[in-house]
């Protein structure tokens, strides 16, 4: 049952008759009346369903038939018992997928289809004839609600035991002890609608609704209220807060908040040795990473990668199918390409919700009352490419997206620097996509380099010997990677340092996936996974790209030769001991330089006797500036931007938190400096040091 307001855009569609019941009812004045009004449609949503499914029976084959009686029941054995248990399980099986197939075939964001809109149709007309019809029931303690029945064929009980019944006459898979068996799930998608009326009083739809819904709480019916609205914590409100009194008071105890969702359930086994490079970069292979959403539609569509994009897309941007610049949707597309992460406070949090209910962002946990919540941008390889075509044609790079983005404020900064080289990354990633070859997704290690940096690095690079070396590997940069290929279009920030070792490695080629490492991991910040394009992927075919970030003005146009030093990749724990290495490449993003240059060790520096345990290149990248990055192109000033944001903790020193149209520059300037001098000695400003001065 989906209650989206309407005008609101999204997938699936709302049930429109049902929705305008619900949003009819509240009356703040009549508390009864409502309770009736919301047992009567219960009641008739569990009669119209056991219609429709003894409908389904008759007319599906292969639907389990049970004719064993309750007395021949009792003479089984337990094995008997347990084989004919398992039949009413197929039984339930084959009656929920052939009612859920009617209700969902040729759904699309505009609307749904006829069998949906006639039964809930059929379920409004009934429950206008129970409300008038009704009588009402004292509860059956001195503590419980009274219910509502109507005189020719009781309530929300004793149609809910009708309906388990039919499917399971016997109630063989329920149980006394433990877990229950669900029979029916009751799942009311953008359930906000209900904890939003009618407003001003202690009580709402939902708290009503809970309390109709009790009357099944004797037999295996489950309510699921699904909600990724900002509102949602008012499903789970603190237990002080929450309008029934039972609750208050212990009597009785509320679910925490469920947060998990199905997520690679339908992805294809990638087992090591077992795909390749090739494999993992075709369209029905991405599509069924993530959320079965995308998986399922492209089993329905076939391979109609135009129409499965089109769907990611508006999924992406809640119903659109263009992006805006500056809108919600612009910072999806950029959440989900580069794991953006959002501030803690009240103003980041309100953006966090708006992305986890319309944008497709993860909310991994949350407590009771949604005091905390865990938000990610889950690795969706389709949801990427989606937002990668979204941002080309904007005709704008993701980076000015970002830097202009009102919403700025609130995203983590990356203190390291390293959003603003995940940004050039990606940049040259993009630019590097082979024309010719469209829907290759994978990019040559040479490719991304000459698209990383400028046409003279490049040349060198191409002749360019390894630093160390072992025995039988000094060749040139370009002979080297001739066959080293990469695959990512999004970003993945680990937890665990280990996750970088090749035995790992391998699996973010499979995702299309590049490696944020996690806070003071040693020696490397950003890890570009690359593996040989012959042969299938597996700890012995993968090595990487490992890069340090440094954004301190004191790593200059000079090679420090201790961060390469600090990036041997045993060390850092790219190649675990008696492993036979692979050739690595070991690149410093010095972006603070004010000078502006590619480094490479000089031929003195590289003159040894010896063979070493592994054989790697090293780029010394100084200064962000074309000249330095090739991509970066006409994109400086907000690379700038970013920069400079990541050097500070925060943005108070520049009333950045506010938006205020009648705050101009000369207001602005003084009261930056006013907040700086209460901050003394922090910054090298004149603000913070204005009694030295």
Same mark, same amino acid.
Request: charge should be negative; include cysteine.
């Given at each position: 049952?989906?209650?989206?307001?309407?005008?609101?855009?999204?997938?699936?569609?709302?049930?429109?008759?049902?929705?305008?019941?619900?949003?009819?009812?509240?009356?703040?004045?009549?508390?009864?009346?409502?309770?009736?009004?919301?047992?009567?449609?219960?009641?008739?949503?569990?009669?119209?369903?056991?219609?429709?499914?003894?409908?389904?029976?008759?007319?599906?084959?292969?639907?389990? /038939?049970? &004719? !064993?009686?309750? $007395?021949?029941?009792?003479? =089984?054995?337990?094995?008997?018992?347990?084989?004919?248990? +398992? *039949?009413?399980?197929?039984?339930?099986?084959?009656?929920?997928?052939?009612?859920?197939?009617?209700?969902?075939?040729?759904?699309?964001?505009?609307?749904?289809?006829?069998?949906?809109?006639?039964?809930?149709?059929?379920?409004?007309?009934?429950?206008?004839?129970?409300?008038?019809?009704?009588?009402?029931?004292?509860?059956?303690?001195?503590?419980?609600?009274?219910?509502?029945?109507?005189?020719?064929?009781?309530?929300?009980?004793?149609?809910?035991?009708?309906?388990?019944?039919?499917?399971?006459?016997?109630?063989?898979?329920?149980?006394?002890?433990?877990?229950?068996?669900?029979?029916?799930?009751?799942?009311?998608?953008?359930?906000?609608?209900?904890?939003?009326?009618?407003?001003?009083? /202690?009580? &709402? !739809?939902?708290? $009503?609704?809970?309390?109709? =819904?009790?009357?099944?709480?004797?037999?295996?019916?489950? +309510? *699921?209220?699904?909600?990724?609205?900002?509102?949602?914590?008012?499903?789970?409100?603190?237990?002080?807060?929450?309008?029934?009194?039972?609750?208050?008071?212990?009597?009785?105890?509320?679910?925490?908040?469920?947060?998990?969702?199905?997520?690679?359930?339908?992805?294809?086994?990638?087992?090591?040795?077992?795909?390749?490079?090739?494999?993992?970069?075709?369209?029905?292979?991405?599509?069924?990473?993530?959320?079965?959403?995308?998986?399922?539609?492209?089993?329905?569509?076939?391979?109609?990668?135009?129409?499965?994009?089109?769907?990611?897309?508006?999924?992406?941007?809640?119903?659109?199918?263009?992006?805006?610049?500056?809108?919600?949707?612009?910072?999806?597309?950029?959440?989900?390409?580069?794991?953006?992460?959002?501030?803690?406070?009240?103003?980041?949090?309100?953006?966090?919700?708006?992305?986890?209910?319309?944008?497709?962002?993860?909310?991994?946990?949350?407590?009771?009352?949604?005091?905390?919540?865990?938000?990610?941008?889950?690795?969706?390889?389709?949801?990427?490419?989606?937002?990668?075509?979204?941002?080309?044609?904007?005709?704008?790079?993701?980076?000015?997206?970002?830097?202009?983005?009102?919403?700025?404020?609130?995203?983590?900064?990356?203190?390291?620097?390293?959003?603003?080289?995940?940004?050039?990354?990606?940049?040259?990633?993009?630019?590097?996509?082979?024309?010719?070859?469209?829907?290759?997704?994978?990019?040559?290690?040479?490719?991304?380099?000459?698209?990383?940096?400028?046409?003279?690095?490049?040349?060198?690079?191409?002749?360019?010997?390894?630093?160390?070396?072992?025995?039988?590997?000094?060749?040139?940069?370009?002979?080297?990677?001739?066959?080293?290929?990469?695959?990512?279009?999004?970003?993945?920030?680990?937890?665990?340092?280990?996750?970088?070792?090749?035995?790992?490695?391998?699996?973010?080629?499979?995702?299309?996936?590049?490696?944020?490492?996690?806070?003071?991991?040693?020696?490397?910040?950003?890890?570009?996974?690359?593996?040989?394009?012959?042969?299938?992927?597996?700890?012995?075919?993968?090595?990487?790209?490992?890069?340090?970030?440094?954004?301190?003005?004191?790593?200059?146009?000079?090679?420090?030769?201790?961060?390469?030093?600090?990036?041997?990749?045993?060390?850092?724990?790219?190649?675990?001991?008696?492993?036979?290495?692979?050739?690595?490449?070991?690149?410093?993003?010095?972006?603070?330089?004010?000078?502006?240059?590619?480094?490479?060790?000089?031929?003195?520096?590289?003159?040894?006797?010896?063979?070493?345990?592994?054989?790697?290149?090293?780029?010394?990248?100084?200064?962000?500036?074309?000249?330095?990055?090739?991509?970066?192109?006409?994109?400086?000033?907000?690379?700038?931007?970013?920069?400079?944001?990541?050097?500070?903790?925060?943005?108070?020193?520049?009333?950045?938190?506010?938006?205020?149209?009648?705050?101009?520059?000369?207001?602005?300037?003084?009261?930056?400096?006013?907040?700086?001098?209460?901050?003394?000695?922090?910054?090298?400003?004149?603000?913070?040091?204005?009694?030295?001065?």
């Amino acid at each position: 049952m989906c209650l989206r307001r309407d005008g609101s855009q999204g997938f699936p569609p709302p049930d429109i008759a049902l929705r305008n019941w619900f949003s009819s009812i509240p009356d703040p004045t009549d508390r009864a009346g409502v309770a009736r009004k919301l047992h009567g449609v219960m009641c008739s949503l569990l009669t119209v369903l056991h219609t429709r499914l003894e409908f389904i029976a008759s007319e599906e084959h292969n639907i389990p /038939v049970l &004719t !064993l009686t309750q $007395e021949a029941l009792h003479s =089984l054995s337990k094995t008997e018992r347990g084989e004919h248990a +398992s *039949l009413v399980r197929q039984r339930q099986e084959k009656l929920a997928l052939a009612f859920r197939d009617r209700m969902t075939g040729g759904q699309s964001f505009q609307g749904s289809n006829i069998y949906r809109k006639t039964f809930y149709g059929e379920v409004i007309e009934l429950a206008m004839e129970f409300t008038q019809g009704s009588v009402e029931v004292p509860g059956s303690n001195p503590k419980s609600p009274s219910r509502y029945t109507h005189k020719m064929g009781g309530g929300v009980k004793e149609a809910g035991q009708k309906l388990c019944r039919f499917v399971d006459p016997h109630g063989l898979l329920d149980s006394d002890t433990g877990s229950r068996w669900p029979l029916v799930i009751l799942a009311f998608d953008e359930a906000h609608i209900l904890t939003d009326t009618p407003q001003d009083t /202690v009580w &709402t !739809l939902f708290s $009503e609704l809970r309390r109709t =819904l009790r009357g099944v709480i004797d037999f295996p019916i489950f +309510s *699921l209220f699904l909600s990724t609205a900002g509102r949602f914590h008012l499903f789970s409100p603190e237990i002080r807060s929450d309008p029934s009194n039972r609750i208050t008071n212990s009597y009785l105890v509320p679910l925490d908040p469920i947060s998990e969702i199905s997520f690679d359930d339908l992805a294809f086994p990638a087992r090591e040795d077992t795909v390749t490079l090739d494999r993992v970069v075709q369209l029905d292979w991405i599509s069924h990473l993530g959320r079965p959403l995308f998986g399922s539609h492209y089993d329905a569509l076939g391979n109609n990668e135009a129409e499965l994009m089109l769907f990611a897309k508006q999924k992406l941007l809640n119903g659109k199918s263009a992006i805006d610049m500056d809108g919600p949707g612009s910072l999806a597309c950029l959440c989900v390409r580069f794991a953006l992460e959002f501030n803690a406070d009240a103003l980041s949090r309100a953006v966090t919700c708006t992305q986890v209910e319309r944008h497709m962002r993860l909310c991994v946990a949350a407590t009771t009352g949604f005091e905390r919540m865990v938000t990610i941008a889950g690795s969706e390889p389709l949801l990427a490419e989606a937002a990668s075509e979204l941002m080309r044609t904007s005709t704008e790079n993701p980076v000015r997206h970002l830097a202009n983005h009102s919403d700025l404020n609130c995203v983590d900064r990356g203190r390291r620097g390293e959003l603003v080289a995940a940004f050039i990354i990606m940049q040259a990633r993009d630019a590097s996509l082979p024309k010719s070859a469209i829907g290759r997704r994978w990019v040559s290690v040479s490719d991304f380099m000459q698209a990383l940096l400028p046409s003279s690095a490049y040349e060198i690079l191409q002749n360019y010997l390894p630093t160390c070396w072992r025995e039988g590997e000094d060749k040139p940069f370009g002979e080297t990677f001739a066959d080293y290929a990469m695959w990512f279009n999004h970003v993945i920030r680990i937890e665990d340092g280990k996750m970088i070792n090749a035995e790992n490695l391998w699996k973010f080629i499979t995702r299309g996936a590049m490696i944020m490492c996690v806070n003071n991991q040693y020696g490397v910040d950003i890890v570009l996974p690359a593996c040989v394009t012959t042969g299938n992927l597996s700890h012995t075919t993968v090595t990487a790209i490992l890069i340090q970030v440094k954004n301190a003005e004191r790593f200059e146009c000079s090679i420090d030769k201790t961060l390469f030093d600090a990036m041997n990749p045993f060390r850092v724990g790219l190649f675990s001991d008696g492993q036979l290495p692979r050739p690595v490449i070991r690149v410093v993003f010095a972006l603070a330089s004010g000078e502006a240059g590619v480094l490479f060790p000089t031929i003195r520096q590289r003159n040894h006797h010896y063979a070493d345990p592994f054989t790697a290149f090293d780029v010394w990248c100084a200064g962000l500036s074309p000249d330095t990055f090739r991509c970066i192109g006409d994109d400086l000033v907000p690379y700038q931007v970013l920069l400079e944001r990541s050097l500070q903790p925060h943005d108070a020193f520049d009333l950045r938190e506010t938006n205020d149209p009648r705050l101009d520059d000369e207001t602005r300037a003084a009261r930056g400096h006013r907040r700086r001098m209460m901050a003394a000695l922090t910054m090298y400003q004149i603000g913070h040091n204005s009694i030295h001065i």
